[in-house]
């Protein structure tokens, strides 16, 4: 089993949809996990952190299901400005973050 | 604070030449990673450091070197270019190793070897 699994996409959705990503882990060990976002041809950025309890950031909410390993991203009332790549990142112990390969997402007129 | 920058933004390399891809953060970060990251697929570590004088393999090391003799700075080298080293290399700074710290990246530098 791959450490992250994230389906590639593209995720095709009109303005105003609803759209959700999830990602699965391998490492039961993890302890951190995160959300960054990368434009086309730019760097990534934190887009947020996935707390255990669930955690919403305006359109934004992150889930953590530790029995079943897997993170997910839900966007509410997609922007066109959403359109981007999502990568899934997680980490554990003292290694460095382990990064995704990233979900695609293109939001449509 | 210009956060964490690079150069050169694009380099065409010949197949055997080498080069150096530099990095530097002004945000004090004791940690700092090269990453690459070819057309389609998800970012791969090459080498990391967790402080000056101390670096370590990543996933992809073979082809590259690194040194890190100030916390601001981290070059990587490239010896003997080959067209598989192809790709986009992001370097990133944090100010641990994981954890709930953010990691930042530069704008990267976009690498043909012809």
């Known amino acids: 089993r791959k450490e992250v699994e994230q389906d590639p996409g593209p995720f095709n959705v009109p303005e105003g949809a609803t759209v959700a990503f999830n990602c699965t882990y391998s490492?039961?060990?993890?302890?951190?996990f995160f959300w960054y976002r990368q434009d086309c041809r730019k760097e990534p950025k934190l887009l947020m952190s996935?707390?255990?309890s669930g955690n919403e950031d305006g359109r934004f909410t992150a889930q953590l299901n530790r029995a079943s390993q897997y993170i997910s991203l839900l966007i509410r009332d997609s922007k066109l400005s959403d359109s981007a790549t999502y990568l899934c990142?997680?980490?554990?112990?003292?290694?460095?973050?382990?990064f995704g390969k990233g979900t695609r997402l293109s939001v449509i007129a | 604070n210009a956060g964490v920058t690079q150069t050169p933004k694009f380099r065409i390399l010949k197949i055997g030449q080498s080069m150096t891809l530099q990095c530097a953060q002004d945000?004090?970060?004791?940690?700092m990673y090269w990453y690459r990251q070819d057309p389609g697929m998800g970012l791969k570590l090459i080498y990391y450091?967790?402080?000056?004088?101390?670096?370590d393999k990543g996933e992809v090391p073979n082809g590259y070197n690194v040194s890190r003799s100030t916390t601001e700075d981290f070059p990587l080298r490239l010896e003997l270019a080959a067209p598989s080293q192809t790709s986009v290399y992001f370097c990133?700074?944090?100010?641990?190793?994981?954890?709930?710290?953010?990691?930042?990246f530069g704008p990267g530098t976009r690498l043909t070897v012809t």
């Open positions: 990133a700074s944090s100010y641990s190793v994981g954890g709930r710290d953010e990691q930042y």
């Open positions: 490492n039961s060990a993890s302890q951190s």
């Open positions: 996935v707390y255990s």
């Open positions: 990142v997680f980490h554990s112990g003292n290694t460095p973050l382990v």
């Open positions: 945000m004090n970060h004791n940690y």
């Open positions: 450091s967790v402080g000056a004088g101390i670096t």
